[in-house]
């Protein structure tokens, strides 16, 4: 297929003037029939990447998808877009599933969705060489590997179609990317010499933002009332917390909602479903709200409390801005965290997971408190070391940190672990030693002898939180060297005696304790700058349609499609058709009712 065609089919169904990065390879591939893994971050454009090979390459497409939820919108959506598609799993009564079925036998569809499991029931897989399937998409295929984060048995049982199916290819897709997983993914769906498409998993749309935590419900109250029009999500770490903060958003006027694994099944999906419809606008919410998340217009995700690694943080930031519009990520960060955190891995009975788990920390902490540009350090920890730097998405290259000389107060910092170490000698953790350096009156001090030492209280001119600061900034340059076991201690390294002895100047960061925060807006990739009111206007009309068809909102448009419309303002049929994500079918849905009220809008305000 020529990629004339290709670019036809995706403005006529999808109404896209143009493929996301990798896709028309990905696509043009699998029309090919070979194999293919396909490795996109998320927001990436998985979807169209086996949806567009179905529309254009006849015969039946069977996608398996984990989530019953994420199947049924899927389908949605397609429908609205004017595609035959279908989808087979548990809740249907016997008699839909039948009317499906012969549906299928007739070739009515061009895509199956189907929950792995029912892949397996006897008397379905016979009847699959008949349907004409001509291409296997497993979506998140990491479910297949017990490395990865969501491991779904019932996925080990898909090689099996291989025999059932014969000559029939696989693409497999996900955003999960260690290596382990996807040697997993390849080896256990026995794929054919695949192609293997890796997209960077740097989110040109996607911010990211350290805020020193104080007050943190009052933050999160201000933060959201700031964005009145914006649904987002805060991470919490404890279900009690999740609750705690929805309660406080909600006397605060936001319509705010909590989620974790311990409220009942029937209420978290009211919950989840009331968000996906825009109905709630706020979810505070454990890590358990997860996969199931396809909500394209997430536009911030906070985090209350420390993620437990990065690939997490990477993962739940992740949910922002899949719609490709601006997303906002902030953490909350405060020191007290990190030390809860340290305690809880104490509690670890494992020492490996332990190890494991202060080396996560570690790398989370120097993340929250480095100067360095936080969008390069997420890529580096996914192996893209190049990413070039500044980039115009995070704090630190929006607002560079203050760095000041810190001469002085490094060799006030290492020198007090020396004459510690050489008074005692026994190397102490950072708390003592910044008791020392701030003249503290402590029963250990006084039992030691410390306040007999030439650095006591050598450092009144920076309260504690500061020197915590610099002396984690002192470890992450490698002057001092961390112990790893349980309570752990400093040391000087070599480096840092070498230092001392050499006695360069010194730059360090400000600590972040010190200084303003300012929340200003970056300006990110992505934005699409229209009118506001109109905006907001036609989301109204959105939802109310949406509402009539019993579908999510972004069923019916996405936000990029409003956006636009908001900032061309078309008047006529033809200017409509061009608005991206409108395609033949839904121009001819929906059209008439968008049209009447931009056209009515401009006339309020003289512009017809
Ligand atoms: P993923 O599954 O990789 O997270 P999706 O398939 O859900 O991503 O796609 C994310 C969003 O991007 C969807 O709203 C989809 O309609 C949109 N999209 C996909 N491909 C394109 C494209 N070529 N141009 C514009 N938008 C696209
Ligand atoms: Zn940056």
Redesign the pocket.
């Known amino acids: 297929m020529q990629r004339a065609d290709l670019l036809a089919i ?1 403005k006529r169904t ?1 109404g ?1 003037g ?3 990065p990798l ?1 028309e390879e990905i696509i043009t591939d699998t029309l090919a029939g070979r194999d293919v893994f396909a490795l ?1 971050p ?7 990447c086996f949806q567009l090979p179905a529309i254009a390459g006849g015969g039946l497409t069977v996608v398996i998808s984990p989530l019953i939820a994420l199947m049924k919108d899927q389908v949605e959506g397609l429908q609205a877009s004017g595609v035959a598609a279908t989808f087979l799993n548990s809740t249907l009564s016997s008699e839909e599933s039948k009317a499906r079925f012969r549906g299928l036998y007739r070739g009515e569809y061009k895509l199956l969705y189907l929950a792995p499991e029912r892949v397996m029931l006897s008397g379905f897989v016979e009847r699959l060489p008949e349907l004409g399937v001509r291409l296997i998409a497993v979506d998140e295929a990491h479910c297949i590997s017990e490395w990865g984060h969501d491991f779904r048995p019932e996925y080990r049982q898909l090689a099996s179609l291989r025999q059932t199916l014969p000559g029939v290819p696989f693409i497999a897709l996900t ?1 999960t990317a260690t290596l382990r997983v996807r040697e997993d993914i390849v080896r256990l769906l026995e794929l054919r010499d695949p192609r293997c498409y890796t997209a960077s998993f740097n989110r040109p749309n996607l911010s990211y933002r350290i805020l020193p935590k104080s007050k943190p419900t009052e933050q999160v109250i201000q933060w959201v009332k700031a964005r009145p029009e914006e649904t987002g999500i805060v991470y919490c770490q404890s279900r009690k917390s999740t609750e705690a903060l929805a309660e406080r958003l909600r006397a605060a006027g936001v319509s705010a909602q909590a989620y974790h694994a311990g409220l009942e099944p029937k209420q978290r999906e009211k919950s989840q479903d009331n968000f996906l419809r825009d109905r709630t606008r706020v979810m505070c919410a454990t890590v358990a709200f997860g996969m199931g998340v ?1 909500k ?1 217009n997430v536009r911030f995700v906070m985090h209350y409390d420390l993620p437990k690694n990065i690939e997490s943080y990477y993962q739940e930031t992740g949910r922002a801005g ?3 519009l601006p997303g906002e990520c902030v953490l909350l960060y405060s020191s007290a965290d990190v030390i809860k955190q340290k305690a809880f891995i104490e509690e670890k009975s494992d020492p490996e997971e332990q190890r494991i788990a202060r080396e996560q920390l570690q790398q989370m902490v120097h993340y929250a408190e480095s100067g360095g540009c936080r969008r390069h350090m997420l890529l580096s920890y996914f192996g893209e070391h190049d990413f070039p730097v500044p980039c115009n998405g995070c704090d630190n290259c929006l607002e560079p940190k203050e760095r000041f000389d810190g001469t002085v107060p490094a060799q006030k910092f290492l020198s007090c672990i020396f004459r510690l170490k050489q008074a005692s000698r026994f190397c102490v953790g950072m708390n003592h030693i910044v008791e020392v350096l701030t003249g503290a009156d402590t029963e250990k001090i006084k039992r030691w002898g410390h306040d007999q030492l030439s650095t006591y209280g050598i450092g009144k001119e920076h309260s504690r939180a500061e020197w915590q600061t610099i002396g984690r900034e002192l470890i992450r340059l490698g002057f001092c060297s961390q112990s790893a076991e349980r309570m752990s201690t400093l040391d000087i390294s070599a480096e840092g005696m070498a230092w001392l002895k050499a006695r360069s100047p010194l730059n360090l960061t400000r600590p972040t304790a010190t200084t303003k925060s300012r929340p200003s807006r970056p300006t990110i990739e992505g934005d699409v700058v229209c009118d506001e009111f109109l905006f907001a206007q036609l989301r109204t009309l959105r939802r109310t349609i949406a509402e009539e068809r019993n579908v999510p909102p972004y069923i019916i448009f ?1 936000d990029v499609t409003l956006r636009h419309l908001a900032a061309r303002q078309p008047s006529t049929e033809a200017e409509f058709a061009e608005i ?1 994500g409108v395609g033949e079918r839904k121009l001819r849905d929906f059209a008439a009712p968008f049209l009447e009220l931009v056209v009515q809008w401009k006339k309020e305000r003289g512009r017809a």
């Open positions: 995706l999808f896209y143009s493929f996301r896709q996109l998320t927001g990436g454009g998985k979807s169209l955003a396809h394209p899949r719609d490709g996405p991206p």
